[in-house]
């Protein structure tokens, strides 16, 4: 586990629900990532991993949905919020920390691979990408929320898709570009890939 990187995430756990698309508070954009979730992941009760947790806005939003979810993050802090999240929800999801880039989940165990704001962070993304689709089950899902930030951080979404392309058959980018997601006008690219072969 990335001691340096952990440690940073561990120092903004208690603000990182601050921003609008990361702690859900605003109900408009608990709502729209509700409803594009909705429309991507099969019924539930689906099992999901949800890497690279954070807080676990989503592996909570997901839980009340009626799926298994399991989220995971390398931050304690992160962990800790997400568990109190989860037990004020009410929500069944589990937790565990560990490292998103080495998922300590069986081969073939889930019908979701969920990451959001993960994959441009980590070192070898093509290999990363390796080792979370044999965590899906043969028909299973795999769904990156990435974007090219206006800092300059994060990958574009031709070169994400690239690298699932790699392992997948399909990689069908999704724009997110509505407000509502972010609770705020956007003007960089923030987007989703879908790939379920």
Known sequence: MDTTARSWWDQHAATFDDEADHGLRDPEVRR????????????????????????????????????????????????DYAIAKSDRAGSPASFVQADASRPPFASSSFDVVLARHVLWALPDPSDVLRRWIDRLKPDGCRILVEGQWSTGEGMPASVCRSHVLLHRDEATIHELDDPALWGKQIFDERYLILSRR
């Open 32 to 79: 729209a990532w509700t409803v594009l979730l909705d429309s991507l992941l099969p019924a539930a009760p689906a099992t999901v991993a949800d890497l690279g947790c954070g807080t676990g806005s989503l592996t909570v939003l997901l839980s009340a949905a009626g799926h298994d979810v399991h989220g995971l993050d390398m931050s304690r802090p992160m962990l």
